[in-house]
Structures are given as structure tokens and as C-alpha cells.
């Protein structure tokens, strides 16, 4: 059994408040967020079954949310939720990164900040959660966590996201794609922000977000960019040639 410090301990604990799920068997949850660089004893099994339960919770979230939306459409708005940037941005939310046991050597690189491995982590917890319990409470606690990303979905735009969207919006006008640069970084490594620059170039237009991740920024700073281009450079008049 892998024993873990305080600061593990509290940090796991932060985890489970934010699942709204206590564990009977701590002990599998340790397992869940044991890299395979710290033990031989880690998450990559589980990860086998995490997958699979994300993919089922989040496949019947949008079958009811969006019952209008073809086989097609579920399948591309599943993608974009189900994938290691989204993953890796929740748990960034979560502060998964404080509880993860890994190997002196991913703890050196900075593999607490690694995609992949809080990504990992995520779906060994799900799967962690469907051991200690059932396959429900595991759904139920995928359904917690994703709730406000399908509420705030918007189907027209075929689930991509900001960053996707603003490109293809500017390249329908002929334009440069946008800059993005990370201006400050806020915070204690546990609780840093990053506070993001998007700049739209030749069109004068700069703007700034900061959140728990490089890419939870330049999400929200490309959101801000693209209501501006509408506003100002609506696609069906203004047409750079």
C-alpha cells in the first residue's frame, strides 16, 4: 500500500469534496493518482475503465440534452468533451496536480502540469469510484463534473471551441490568425493563475484573461476576441480581399 503525506491526504480530500463522493476505500483513490513513474502498483489500469465510463456518461448527457442533433453532431460534441485538453483543464479546476504521486523524475519535469497525466488521472478516479461504489455513482459524479460545459454548449458551432472558432473566423476574412503569449503568471505553484495575451495583429484588437491553465485563458481570451470580430467585422460585409 502506497503511503501518502499530509499534503496528499488534504489534497485528496479537496478532490472528493469537489466530486461530492467520500470513498470507503481510500485506498483505491491513491491508486488512481499513482503515475506509473512512482509505483508499479499505478493508474494505468484503471484508466482502461475510466474511459469507458466518461465516454458512456457524457454520450448520454448530450443524447438527452440535444435530442434534435443527429448520430454525426453527438459524436463531434463528445469528442471535444471527452478529450485530454478538457480533461486536463478540469483537473486543473480540481487542483489534481497537488494529490498526484509521481516518480522523482516526472516530478523534476513538471509532470504535474503534464495533459496527459492529470488527463490519466481523471479517468482512473472515475473508474476508482465505480469500484469503490457502482457503475451510477461513478455516471453520477462524471454528470457533476460536465453539467456546466453541456449547459453552456452551443450546437451551431458543432462543438469546437473558441480557439478553433476565432481561426476559422478569421481565415473566412482573409486575416492572420491571432498571438497568443502569456503575459504574467499569478500565484503559488498549487494555486497559480496564468494571465494571457490574444492579439489580433493588423486589426488593432488585444485582449487579456487569466485561469488555472495556459489554455482555460487563451479559451476565454479567444471568446472575447471572436464577439469582438463579429461586432466590428461581421463576415458579410468588410471582407478583407
Given amino acids: 500500500m502506497t503511503i501518502v503525506d499530509n499534503r496528499h491526504q488534504q489534497a485528496m480530500e479537496r478532490i472528493q469534496k469537489a466530486f461530492d463522493y467520500v470513498f470507503q476505500q481510500p485506498t483505491l483513490l491513491v491508486r488512481a493518482l499513482t503515475h506509473r513513474s512512482f509505483s508499479a502498483e499505478n493508474n494505468e489500469r484503471f484508466e482502461f475503465v475510466g474511459d469507458s465510463i466518461l465516454n458512456y456518461s457524457v454520450a448520454k448527457m448530450l ?7 443527429t448520430e454525426g453532431e453527438l459524436s463531434r460534441l463528445r469528442a471535444n468533451l471527452v478529450n ?8 486543473t479546476e ?7 504521486l509521481l516518480g522523482p523524475g516526472e516530478l523534476k519535469s513538471g509532470g504535474y502540469r503534464r495533459p496527459s497525466i492529470m488527463a490519466d488521472a481523471m479517468e482512473a ?4 469510484i465505480s469500484f469503490d461504489a457502482d457503475f451510477n455513482t461513478a455516471e453520477k ?6 453539467a456546466g460545459r453541456i449547459q ?5 458551432d458543432n462543438g469546437k471551441d473558441a480557439k ?8 473566412a476574412r482573409h486575416w492572420a490568425l491571432p498571438k497568443y503569449r502569456i503575459i504574467d503568471q499569478i500565484g503559488e505553484i498549487h494555486e497559480q493563475q ?5 492579439d489580433l495583429g493588423e486589426l488593432g484588437f488585444q485582449t487579456e484573461a487569466a485561469g488555472h491553465s495556459r489554455r482555460e485563458a487563451e479559451q476565454q481570451t479567444a471568446q472575447t476576441a471572436l464577439v469582438w470580430l463579429d461586432e466590428h467585422h461581421p463576415l458579410h460585409k468588410g471582407r478583407k480581399k
Avoid: G, W
Fill in 84 to 91: 485530454q485538453d478538457t480533461l486536463a483543464e478540469i483537473a
Fill in 125 to 128: 478516479m472515475f473508474a476508482a
Fill in 164 to 171: 478553433t472558432r476565432l481561426q476559422e473566423a478569421l481565415q
Fill in 152 to 156: 453552456h454548449i452551443n450546437p451551431k
Fill in 94 to 100: 480540481l487542483h489534481v496536480s497537488e494529490a498526484l
Fill in 194 to 198: 496564468f494571465v494571457v495575451q490574444c
Fill in 141 to 146: 459524479v462524471v454528470c457533476h463534473l460536465y
Fill in 63 to 69: 443524447f438527452v440534452a440535444f435530442p434534435t442533433l
